[in-house]
């Protein structure tokens, strides 16, 4: 049978089928039924949903490079090296912020096929039922809603078991996950037993600040949990999984690589209202047109849509013009209300090895996990390496930071903040950590255009600690990191907090803390969801832009608050129901 098996090498060695096209030369052509702009976390989702039907053609213009064969997003223990490298992301600072002592700071997004999901922590979260609740009413679509999205978290979503294969009886509830999907979704593969004990025995030893919760995956967020990663011994992505091989392999499938937006054009008018008949685009260093003969798909991600919005003439009137930019439509929340989550580091050092930091700053233990990962898919390099476990609390009532400002959490069983349990740190040593973030901002940031040049950086101002209700409840966050180890089972672990934030006075806790936050990269709404007809918003509850015809977002930019979660699991859900909608629009 020596003849049949040459034959299934060549054909899957791709010549001729692989439909990821490195050079817009060998494109087939470039008029399409369908024009998705952006081969992220949530565009890759939406053109493998379009493509199903064969008789519809998809073209996905991704601006980054191939994720095929790049380690540092293969292996889950490398994703920390993968945040801020510079061959794959788009090298982003935010502006100077008030809030953050006038700081500037990078502000990581992905520029790979599978967009941030290809460069980010993996960790798994959905947030609280009132948080979906939430945009149902404001967007008076149900369909938004915990029980009417819960079985796309599930299509989106493949239980894998951890590859250490322990047993995960009291860990999650399979009750909640999907089995089918095309995101593999497991628990850590390699365990730390006296940290990871610790952290549960903290639970029994104060429930009451800190209760146990056996899935906070669940829409019950609050509570203590283990950590789920998108991952199954190597990472799992919006490319590997929605862009698999049986996936592009479709003819009707096209996905060109180094093709950045600048902007739609040829618009004429439909009904009276603006419709974009083409997407333009730079390869190397010329420009080309691809046609969209019934939509356009924007999924560029919280900075990339609105950009493309805003540079196709589809903005603030008083932006654009400033910019002399004529204005097709006049949409002044474009780019505005960017919702995203602040973040604290507390550390401590720790009298134990049992943490990640001897991997990481001991070159022969850090070459053997790698090859350990290399061999078998087991080992300490399965996991990111970070957090065991992660937990969601709400203030107190009586907080300081209610007399600021009102709850702006969606409901009281919907927390504040989340806090993940690291075994290791970030100086010489071993250390824990809790990252402390603000998961319930009132803040909101704005993504703006700067220039007429499409390809110039816009101005991203996350806004963080604009207002002063975030700050104070970070405040109180880093008393419960504190509270949480003064535990009994900690003592004789713990060591020195480093930084020492214990016992400062309010004010220059306050000034610690716009020194030491960082962006948690979570935002969304710069292209929000709001009612149809509401006087404010980018896209109605179809994801359709408001006054366009022929346009919709559908990445993590159309979500209008930021849930009380890390947000690719979310945004998967609004990519597979945006997809369902799409489809339905067309007959598909
Ligand atoms: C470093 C980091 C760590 C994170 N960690 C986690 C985590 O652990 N868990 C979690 O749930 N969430 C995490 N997040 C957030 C989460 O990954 C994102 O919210 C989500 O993936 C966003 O999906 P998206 O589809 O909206 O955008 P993206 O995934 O960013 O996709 C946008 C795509 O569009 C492309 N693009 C943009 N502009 C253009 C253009 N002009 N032309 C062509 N292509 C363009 C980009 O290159 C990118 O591929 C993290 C984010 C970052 C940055
Ligand atoms: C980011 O910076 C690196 C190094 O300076 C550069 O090679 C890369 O092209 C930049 N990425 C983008 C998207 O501009
Ligand atoms: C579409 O727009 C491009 C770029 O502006 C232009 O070169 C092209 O002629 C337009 N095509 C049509 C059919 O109008
Ligand atoms: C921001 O969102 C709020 C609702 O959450 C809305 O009232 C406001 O008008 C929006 N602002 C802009 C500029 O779109
Ligand atoms: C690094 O780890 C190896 C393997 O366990 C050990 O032999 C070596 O002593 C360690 N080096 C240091 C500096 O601790
Ligand atoms: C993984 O193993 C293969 C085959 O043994 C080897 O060629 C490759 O260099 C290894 N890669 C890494 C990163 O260790
Ligand atoms: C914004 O544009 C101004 C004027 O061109 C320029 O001086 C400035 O550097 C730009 N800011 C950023 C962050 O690119
Ligand atoms: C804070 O002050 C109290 C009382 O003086 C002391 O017991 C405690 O050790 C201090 N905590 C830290 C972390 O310095």
């Not at 369908?34 to 039907?53: D, H, K």
């Not at 720790?350 to 850090?366: G, W, Y």
């Not at 704005?446 to 600690?465: R, T």
């Not at 960082?518 to 006087?535: D, E, F, I, K, Y």
């Amino acid at each position: 049978m020596l003849l049949p098996t040459f034959f299934i090498l060549f054909v899957l060695s791709g010549f001729g089928l692989c439909k990821l096209y490195e050079d817009v030369a060998d494109l087939p052509g470039l008029h399409y039924d369908f024009v998705i702009v952006g081969g992220g976390t949530a565009g890759n989702v939406v053109a493998n949903r379009l493509s199903e039907n064969p008789h519809v053609s998809v073209l996905v213009l991704e601006a980054g490079p191939s994720n095929d064969g790049v380690l540092d997003s293969e292996v889950p223990f490398l994703s920390a090296e993968m945040f801020l490298n510079p061959t794959y992301s788009w090298n982003y600072t935010t502006t100077p912020m008030p809030g953050f002592n006038g700081r500037s700071v990078p502000y990581s997004r992905a520029f790979i096929l599978g967009g941030c999901s290809a460069h980010n922590g993996m960790v798994y979260t959905r947030g609280a039922a009132a948080d979906f609740d939430r945009y149902a009413e404001l967007s008076g679509d149900a369909g938004w809603s915990w029980n009417q999205l819960f079985p796309y978290f599930l299509k989106n979503e493949k239980w894998t078991p951890p590859t250490d294969h322990h047993d995960t009886r009291g860990q999650f509830n399979p009750q909640v996950h999907g089995t089918n999907g095309p995101i593999s979704v497991s628990l850590n593969g390699f365990s730390l037993p006296t940290f990871e004990q610790k952290v549960i025995q903290t639970t029994k030893e104060l429930p009451h600040d800190f209760p146990f919760n056996l899935d906070p995956n669940s829409g019950k967020e609050l509570g203590r949990g283990c950590n789920l990663l998108s991952v199954a011994g190597e990472r799992s992505t919006s490319a590997t999984g929605y862009l698999a091989p049986k996936f592009i392999q479709r003819q009707n499938l096209h996905v060109l690589l180094h093709a950045q937006v600048s902007k739609l054009v040829n618009v004429t008018r439909k009904m009276g209202k603006p419709s974009f008949g083409g997407v333009e685009f730079r390869y190397g260093n010329s420009l080309f047109v691809a046609h969209a003969a019934k939509e356009i798909v924007l999924s560029g991600g919280a900075i990339g849509s609105p950009q493309i919005l805003m540079n196709s003439g589809v903005g603030a009137h008083v932006t654009l013009s400033a910019l002399g930019i004529p204005t097709v439509l006049d949409l002044p929340s474009v780019g505005q209300n960017a919702s995203d989550q602040p973040l604290l580091i507390t550390q401590w050092a720790v009298h134990s090895t049992d943490t990640f930091d001897p991997i990481r700053q001991n070159a022969t233990l850090f070459a053997e996990g790698m090859a350990q990962w290399n061999a078998s898919r087991t080992g300490p390099f399965v996991d990111s390496g970070i957090m065991t476990h992660l937990g969601w609390s709400r203030l107190a009532q009586d907080s300081p930071a209610f007399s600021v400002h009102a709850d702006p959490s969606s409901g009281p069983d919907a927390p504040h903040l989340e806090f993940s349990f690291v075994p290791g740190g970030s100086t010489p040593g071993n250390s824990m950590s809790i990252f402390v973030a603000l998961v319930s901002p009132v803040s909101r940031g704005s993504v703006v255009i700067n220039s007429s040049d499409p390809f110039a950086p816009p101005l991203i101002d996350p806004g963080y600690f604009s207002n002063k209700w975030d700050l104070l409840a970070i405040r109180d966050g880093i008393s419960l990191a504190e509270r949480f180890v003064s535990a009994p089972t900690w003592s004789g672990f713990v060591g020195a907090m480093t930084p020492n934030l214990a016992n400062l006075s309010s004010a220059d806790l306050e000034t610690a803390i716009r020194n030491m936050a960082a962006p948690n990269l979570h935002m969304v709404g710069t292209a929000g969801m709001s009612a149809r007809g509401a006087a404010y918003g980018v896209v109605d509850p179809d994801l359709q832009v408001k006054g366009a015809v022929g346009l919709s977002v559908i990445d993590a930019s159309v979500v209008p608050i930021v849930p009380s979660a890390h947000t690719q699991a979310g945004t998967y859900a609004f990519a597979e129901r945006g997809s369902d909608l799409l489809k339905q629009r067309w007959g598909l």
